[in-house]
T-cell receptor, first 115, second 115 residues
Framework: SAVISQKPSRDICQRGTSLTIQCQVD?????MFWYRQQPGQSLTLIAT?????????ESGFVIDKFPISRPNLTFSTLTVSNMSPEDSSIYLC????????????FGPGTRLTVT | AQKITQTQPGMFVQEKEAVTLDCTYD???????LFWYKQPSSGEMIFLIY??????QNATEGRYSLNFQKARKSANLVISASQLGDSAMYFC????????????FGQGTRLTINP
C-alpha cells in the first residue's frame, strides 16, 4: 500500500483564518480523496482530486470554502477557508490501493481546532 | 443511493473472546465492495478487510473475517480472540463500482476490550 503523509498533524486556528493541509503520497496516483470527520461522527467525502483537472465536490461542500490543488500525481492540498468552530474536525486524505485493489488507504489525518 | 448502517454504537467484550460487529448495506448496484476500517484513538484509518459482491467465499485476514450474507445485505466483521489493542472505532464502508465509485461509511461502532 502507498505511504501517505499529511502536514500539519494538528493545528489550533482562530476563526476567520484559513489553513492549508498538505497530503504527500510516495507513489503516483490518479485520484486523491479528501474527507472530513467531525467530532464523534463518521467520515464524509469532501471532494475527489484528479491531477490536471478541477476537483469534484460532494453535495454540501463548495470550492470557495474548501479549495483543493493537485499540482502533480503525488501531492494535493486542501484549504479550509474563513474558518468557524464548526470546521473543527479531522481532515484525512486517501488514495486507492495499488495494483487494481479496491480499498482506500488513508493518511494519518490533520486534527483542526478552531477557536 | 448507497447506504451503510451500523446499529451498535458501542460494544464491550472480554479479552480473548470473539466479537461480531454488525453492518447492513443498501444498494441497487450488482457490483460493489464492502470494507472494514479500524480507527484507534490516534485518528488514523486502518484498512482491515475487503469483500467483493461477487466473491463466493467470506474474506479472512488473520483474526478478522467478514461474514457476508448477500441476500440479507449484511457484512458483519468477526474478530476472533480479541486483544486489548483491538479497542477502537470500527467503520463499515461500501463502494459501488459503477458511477462515482465513492467510498461511503457507516456511523461506526466503538469496541472496548476489557481485561
Amino acid at each position: 500500500s502507498a505511504v501517505i503523509s499529511q502536514k500539519p498533524s494538528r493545528d489550533i486556528c482562530q476563526r476567520g483564518t484559513s489553513l492549508t493541509i498538505q497530503c504527500q503520497v510516495d507513489s503516483q496516483v490518479t485520484m486523491m480523496f479528501w474527507y472530513r470527520q467531525q467530532p464523534g461522527q463518521s467520515l464524509t467525502l469532501i471532494a475527489t482530486a484528479n491531477q490536471g483537472s478541477e476537483a469534484t465536490y460532494e453535495s454540501g461542500f463548495v470550492i470557495d470554502k474548501f479549495p483543493i490543488s493537485r499540482p502533480n500525481l503525488t501531492f494535493s492540498t486542501l484549504t479550509v477557508s474563513n474558518m468557524s468552530p464548526e470546521d473543527s474536525s479531522i481532515y484525512l486524505c486517501s488514495v486507492d490501493g495499488q495494483g487494481g485493489s479496491y480499498e482506500q488507504y488513508f493518511g494519518p489525518g490533520t486534527r483542526l481546532t478552531v477557536t | 443511493a448507497q447506504k451503510i448502517t451500523q446499529t451498535q454504537p458501542g460494544m464491550f467484550v472480554q479479552e480473548k473472546e470473539a466479537v461480531t460487529l454488525d453492518c447492513t448495506y443498501d444498494t441497487s448496484d450488482q457490483s460493489y465492495g464492502l470494507f472494514w476500517y479500524k480507527q484507534p484513538s490516534s485518528g488514523e484509518m486502518i484498512f482491515l478487510i475487503y469483500q467483493g459482491s461477487y466473491d463466493e467465499q467470506n474474506a479472512t485476514e488473520g483474526r478478522y473475517s467478514l461474514n457476508f450474507q448477500k441476500a440479507r445485505k449484511s457484512a458483519n466483521l468477526v474478530i476472533s480472540a480479541s486483544q486489548l489493542g483491538d479497542s477502537a472505532m470500527y467503520f463499515c464502508a461500501m463502494r459501488e463500482f459503477q458511477g462515482a465509485q465513492k467510498l461511503v461509511f457507516g456511523q461506526g461502532t466503538r469496541l472496548t476490550i476489557n481485561p
